[in-house]
């Protein structure tokens, strides 16, 4: 299958770097938009951004709220969300900016304690494009 027979097209983020894996940070597929892992990135600079979870959440959110901005879409339209947290002692102080930027009914979650290399957070997420 070459890229010309995929029925999804990956979401253009002009005025950001390509990323530096093989993945496309977003991709809409049909009535659906799939946004990769966003970590604490600085956009421009690549380097990682804020010392504590609550700053990093809010940049890896800023981040995931970009793709999603590029796509035609709303943070209000993301229907599904997976946090990857470093430290699972982090969730409540996550949550709580967390909040700051979704409100019921909130999108479904699913939160992991995995291995992140040197950040804390990393959120993927799905939104609904009707």
């Not at 070459?2 to 977003?26: E, F, H, I, K, Q």
């Not at 990093?56 to 970009?66: E, F, G, I, S, W």
């Not at 229907?79 to 900016?97: I, K």
């Not at 804390?120 to 997420?125: D, K, P």
């Amino acid at each position: 299958m070459s890229a010309t027979d995929r029925d999804w097209t990956p979401v253009r983020l002009p005025d950001l770097p390509p990323p530096a894996g093989a993945y496309s940070p977003g991709v809409r597929a049909g009535n659906l938009l799939f946004v990769s892992g966003q970590t604490p990135r600085d956009p421009a600079t690549g380097e990682i951004v804020g010392e504590t979870i609550e700053e990093q959440t809010r940049l890896t959110l800023d981040n995931v709220a970009r793709i999603v901005h590029a796509a035609g879409a709303t943070m209000q339209q993301i229907v599904s969300v997976t946090v990857y947290l470093a430290d699972e002692n982090d969730w409540g102080r996550f949550n709580e900016v967390y909040k700051t930027v979704f409100s019921p009914p909130y999108p479904t979650r699913a939160a992991v304690g995995v291995a992140l290399r040197g950040i804390l957070v990393e959120i993927s997420a799905i939104a609904y494009l009707p």
